[in-house]
């Protein structure tokens, strides 16, 4: 009979996510340490950064993404990251050629045809080249222009073929929206390609620095990769590693752990629920909080597992338990509840706790 799967390092990962020890300083510091953070929802990618740092705001985000240091792209698992401009350059090659097949074949099921799909993607790149920055409903325009479908899920699937591609990334934000960018424009020319053995490197470094303890298995699930090159990727940096009685590896110099987090709310699709292949430490008996279509519920960490969720609506924060919290854990969800309405720029509320 097999052995049961070892308890997940509980203390260790949620140090190297910066949910305990020192809050990072900037948002730039919080993409650096995790590499990438998925961005699909943007209020989401928002509150992973605060429940990161201490006292910012979340115009300090968009003001990155505005001086060009931080971007929003389709990288690792065919999903919006927001990353830094310099990991954007090696992680492009790395973990987009994959996605080529399934970006194709979604096109198709727009209605979009080969021909089509190169006509839309040469429309794009041409319009930010000439134009600057441009906003989805600005590219919608000129495809529409040009014939080429819009209509349901192709406009989007027509700019992540353009992304693909290499023609175009997420930069700044304009009223609301994040505006699509000319590479070559907005991040200028790119430095030296690095060998894929080098990049598998770096993939593995990075990722154990935001990740670690893990394994081979929980880099290909987050990257997007497979597995064999994620494991050719961590022994590429064996001597900077240290193997665990419980299989995974971590890099060897990581600073001791701290146990687990005050209580706080984390937003939608925070990176403690992506980063490995198993999220049972996080979530335990409350799966729902990944929804069977695939949505991220903003959840409350309390003793580091989840034990509630909220949402955000109209001003007003709400939280449901899904179990019994304390008394004093849930003041300190207030007091973090009223942090995220400071972040965000929105007036302080009482939080409103919902009978579990």
């Given at each position: 009979?097999?052995?049961?799967?070892?308890?997940?390092?509980?203390?260790?990962?949620?140090?190297?996510?910066?949910?305990?020890?020192?809050?990072?300083?900037?948002?730039?510091?919080v993409t650096r340490r995790l590499l990438a953070v998925q961005a699909q929802?943007?209020?989401?990618?928002?509150?992973?950064?605060?429940?990161?740092?201490?006292?910012?705001?979340?115009?300090?985000?968009?003001?990155?993404?505005?001086?060009?240091?931080?971007?929003?792209?389709?990288?690792?698992?065919?999903?919006?990251?927001?990353?830094?401009?310099?990991?954007?350059?090696?992680?492009?090659?790395?973990?987009t050629p994959q996605l080529a097949t399934g970006s194709a074949r979604r096109l198709a099921q727009e209605g979009v045809s080969p021909r089509q799909a190169e006509q839309g993607i040469e429309v794009v790149a041409a319009a930010v080249a000439q134009d600057g920055p441009l906003t989805r409903a600005e590219l919608r325009e000129r495809l529409d222009a040009a014939g080429v479908p819009t209509a349901r899920q192709?406009?989007?699937?027509?700019?992540?073929?353009?992304?693909?591609?290499?023609?175009?990334?997420?930069?700044?934000?304009?009223?609301?929206?994040?505006?699509?960018?000319?590479?070559?424009?907005?991040?200028?020319?790119?430095?030296?390609?690095?060998?894929?053995?080098?990049?598998?490197?770096?993939?593995?470094?990075?990722?154990?620095?935001?990740?670690?303890?893990?394994?081979?298995?929980d880099l290909a699930r987050w990257a997007g990769i497979t597995l064999g090159a994620a494991r050719r990727g961590l022994a590429a940096i064996g001597d900077e590693t240290v193997d665990r009685p419980d299989g995974l590896v971590d890099l060897a110099d990581r600073d001791a752990e701290d146990?687990?987090?005050p209580p706080r709310l984390l937003g939608p699709y925070d990176p403690l629920l992506?980063?490995?292949?198993?999220?049972?430490?996080?979530?335990?008996?409350?799966?729902?909080?990944?929804?069977?279509?695939?949505?991220?519920?903003?959840?409350?960490?309390?003793?580091?597992?989840?034990?509630?969720?909220?949402?955000?609506?109209?001003?007003?924060?709400?939280?449901?338990?899904?179990?019994r919290i304390r008394r004093d854990d849930l003041t300190a969800l207030r007091a973090d509840a009223t942090d995220v309405l400071r972040y965000l720029g929105l007036p302080d509320r009482e939080l409103v706790v919902l009978t579990p």
């Open positions: 009979m097999p052995a049961p799967p070892a308890a997940a390092p509980v203390a260790e990962r949620l140090r190297a996510q910066l949910l305990t020890g020192p809050p990072a300083g900037s948002a730039a510091e929802d943007p209020r989401g990618v928002r509150l992973s950064v605060r429940s990161r740092t201490s006292g910012l705001r979340a115009a300090e985000l968009e003001a990155a993404l505005g001086d060009r240091s931080l971007v929003v792209s389709w990288l690792n698992r065919g999903t919006l990251h927001l990353v830094t401009a310099q990991d954007y350059w090696w992680l492009h090659p790395l973990t192709a406009l989007v699937h027509v700019l992540m073929a353009a992304t693909l591609r290499g023609h175009v990334v997420r930069g700044p934000v304009h009223g609301r929206e994040q505006a699509f960018a000319a590479v070559a424009d907005w991040l200028g020319e790119p430095p030296s390609p690095l060998d894929p053995d080098d990049a598998l490197a770096r993939l593995a470094r990075r990722y154990l620095e935001g990740h670690g303890p893990a394994d081979g298995h146990g687990v987090p992506l980063g490995w292949v198993s999220r049972a430490a996080w979530v335990g008996e409350h799966e729902g909080i990944v929804t069977t279509n695939g949505l991220f519920r903003p959840f409350a960490l309390v003793g580091g597992r989840a034990a509630a969720t909220w949402a955000l609506s109209d001003g007003t924060l709400t939280l449901q338990p899904l179990e």
